[in-house]
């Protein structure tokens, strides 16, 4: 199964300002997933991170608000920006190996 | 649209028993489903994929089976322990897509 670590674990933000969220994953992989899962709920797809081309973002999520990196097959940023007390949540990265999807131990944001 | 339930939302139970948890899902037209484990402010630890050809998946104490023509799956947990308690997650991928979707979780509760 894929090893998959992200930083920081956690962090506490000011309003306004932006954290990127690193994610590595211990293999080569074509597709990384970022979710975002807010206080209580479930998981939502942020978007989907191909290596060299540019991210596809879900209904509700647009690259100005949550820039994504992907500069090779095993590494991958998110960016928060320009942050709200509504973006507090969990955001957790994610890949697919021979059709199961496994995911790294997620970023604790609260933005205050 | 695929629509992913699961009930109950939560439950509470006594060191010993065995427990079953359901996944209902809108469109059966899946490649697969798989159930994940999320521990508290952690990400999500996979349990069990069952892909659309099977009808179900055995780990140790865990069994999950698939009804795929009923829209229905469900995770059995044998002699359930304290350490089982956490939020249990199943998540659909759709036919002719690569994306999972979500259940809102069962928060279970084992106590000793």
């Known amino acids: 199964s894929a090893v998959i670590s992200q930083k920081p674990s956690r962090d506490i933000c000011q309003r306004g300002t932006s954290l990127t969220i690193q994610c590595q994953v211990d293999s080569q992989v074509t597709m990384m997933f970022w979710y975002r899962q807010q206080p209580g709920q479930s998981l939502t797809l942020i978007a989907t991170?191909?290596?060299?081309?540019?991210?596809?973002?879900e209904s509700g999520f647009v690259i100005d608000k949550f820039p994504i990196s992907r500069p090779n097959l095993t590494f991958s940023t998110l960016t928060v920006s320009n942050m709200s007390p509504e973006d507090s949540s969990i955001y957790l990265c994610?890949?697919?190996?021979?059709?199961?999807?496994?995911f790294g131990p997620g970023t604790r944001l609260t933005v205050l | 649209k695929q629509e992913v339930t699961q009930i109950p939302a939560a439950l509470s139970v006594p060191e010993g028993e065995n427990l079953v948890l359901n996944c209902s899902f809108t469109d059966s037209a899946i490649y697969n489903l798989q159930w994940f484990r999320q521990d508290p402010g952690k990400g999500l630890t996979s349990l069990l994929l069952?892909?659309?050809?099977?009808r179900e998946q055995t780990s140790g104490r865990l069994n999950a089976s698939l009804d795929k023509s009923s829209g229905r799956s469900t995770l059995y947990i044998a002699a359930s322990q304290p350490g089982d308690s956490a939020t249990y997650l199943c998540?659909?991928?759709?036919?002719?897509?690569?994306?999972?979707?979500f259940g809102t979780g069962t928060r279970l509760k084992v106590l000793a």
């Open positions: 998540a659909v991928q759709p036919s002719g897509t690569y994306k999972y979707i």
């Open positions: 991170a191909n290596q060299g081309s540019e991210a596809t973002y």
């Open positions: 994610s890949v697919k190996q021979k059709g199961e999807q496994f």
């Open positions: 069952i892909q659309s050809s099977q």
